[in-house]
């Protein structure tokens, strides 16, 4: 046999011959054209992303702190009443408050363009302030407190260099007078910027510089806590009598693609589906977490059902017949083996249900949870929003200030869906066994 030909008399390729090399680059080269098309692909998503990334945090980094004044308010003896301290003149306290931060004593007060510097709500926080600290310390009447208030959002965005000191004064937003005011209170030290809490722990508000999240952070964790009831036992509970005690016929086909095909249906169609049917026909609530939670119920379980029924075909069949032949029940071997053994993907799938149920709008938003709500929900039952609508609200409004607070909302809802995912990694690393 030649040296030139194989066992079966095959000739064996000439790794010199021109056309032989000429098919190896050919081969080689669509190797690697599809190997950098892929890392240009992929370089191209993880780019876009950065590039949203950043266009959010840069828009809305500045949310998180605001520009305050600190006011000197005398608690004068005239102002408080001797027999009943609660039926004090607190209005006339705030003002006086008020009036020590404008020239010329209390004109100031009736003067636009210094009124104007604080925010629109100050006046109620500087007077509810005093009444509370006064009346649990009565000792303070006499005394001066130091109290801190918002400036209006003109002025906020001023000091964030947002609004240009050269831009013609017309096109401004504050005219000369104003920013006189302004750097004249900045230098008695009674302006600065603090870290902006009250973006989580204030309600909405009209105003952007007084608005906050912590009716809607209420409202989507009430409104998860639903959904979790219902879709977690609901969906666990199908997936194991689907894969492991339903029979095999055309009816469990059918449901099973049923199953697949609703984790594809657009959230439109459940939120249709809510107003429908939790709304028009079994008169639940409007706008309350409740009727939220059990829309969003219906989005996660198809996905929790599909995670449960993986996790349970990833157990290997001999713990299954090994607990059978030593006399386990059916059901024993799912609830003291299969089950437990299942339970990190189940959670896993569980996780990532209830993230994509944290970011959901469209179906929130058709059973009225993006209504104008300055409370913070109690109950399942209260009127509120969620973090998603709260975000459309918000973007939807016309004060330039709210573009900022639209941003920095979507920055704490990402740090949420973060979260959640990475839990879901976590719990999948730390309890997943493997075979």
């Not at 006339?92 to 004109?107: E, K, S, W």
């Not at 005394?143 to 918002?150: A, K, S, W, Y």
């Not at 937003?173 to 902006?196: H, W």
């Not at 609200?393 to 949420?416: C, H, K, N, Q």
Request: glycine share 8%; aromatic share 8%; net charge neutral.
């Amino acid at each position: 046999m030649s040296s030139r030909e194989t066992l079966f008399g095959i000739p064996a390729p000439d790794w010199a011959d021109p056309a032989m090399q000429r098919r190896m680059r050919r081969r080689h080269g669509g190797t690697h054209r599809l190997r950098w098309l892929g890392i240009a692909a992929i370089t191209g998503a993880i780019g876009l992303l950065l590039l949203l990334l950043v266009s959010i945090f840069s828009i809305g980094y500045s949310a998180f702190t605001q520009t305050v004044v600190t006011i000197d308010a005398p608690v004068a003896a005239e102002f408080i009443d001797a027999d009943d301290i609660t039926e004090s003149n607190w209005n006339r306290m705030a003002r006086a408050a008020i009036a020590t931060l404008f020239p010329d004593d209390a004109a100031g007060v009736r003067d636009p363009d210094y009124r104007e510097v604080l925010s629109r709500g100050g006046y109620n926080v500087i007077r509810n302030t005093l009444r509370d600290r006064v009346i649990a310390n009565p000792e303070l009447v006499g005394e001066t407190l130091r109290i801190t208030v918002q400036t209006a959002d003109p002025f906020d965005q001023l000091a964030k260099g947002l609004v240009r000191r050269d831009t013609p004064e017309d096109r401004r937003r504050v005219n000369n007078r104003q920013i006189a005011f302004y750097d004249m209170l900045v230098e008695e030290g009674r302006i600065e910027r603090r870290l902006n809490f009250w973006l989580l722990t204030n309600t909405d508000n009209r105003f952007p510089e007084m608005a906050g999240l912590a009716g809607a952070l209420r409202g989507s964790a009430f409104a998860l806590m639903v959904c979790f009831l219902i879709s977690f036992p609901m969906g666990i509970a199908t997936a194991v009598y689907l894969e492991e005690f339903a029979p095999k016929n055309w009816a469990t086909d059918l449901i099973e693609v049923n199953i697949n095909n609703l984790a594809a249906v657009p959230s439109i169609v459940f939120g249709l589906l809510g107003l429908a049917v939790f709304l028009n026909f079994f008169g639940l609530p409007r706008s309350a977490p409740l009727v939220g939670g059990m829309v969003l119920a219906l989005m996660t379980l198809p996905t929790i059902i599909i995670a449960t029924r993986a996790a349970l075909k990833a157990v290997p069949p001999s713990i299954r017949e090994g607990a059978l032949g030593i006399g386990a029940s059916p059901v024993q071997v799912m609830t003291h083996h299969v089950l437990p053994l299942a339970m990190p993907g189940i959670l896993t799938g569980t996780i990532i249900g209830l993230a994509q149920a944290l970011g959901e709008t469209a179906p929130l938003l058709l059973i009225g949870m993006n209504t104008f709500i300055t409370d913070v929900p109690e109950d399942v039952f209260s009127k509120s929003t969620a973090l998603p609508t709260q975000i459309y609200i918000w973007f939807d409004s016309p004060e330039r200030g709210f573009v900022s607070r639209t941003a920095a909302a979507i920055m704490v809802l990402l740090g949420f869906l973060l979260f959640m995912n990475a839990a879901a990694i976590f719990l999948r690393a730390r309890l997943e066994r493997r075979w």
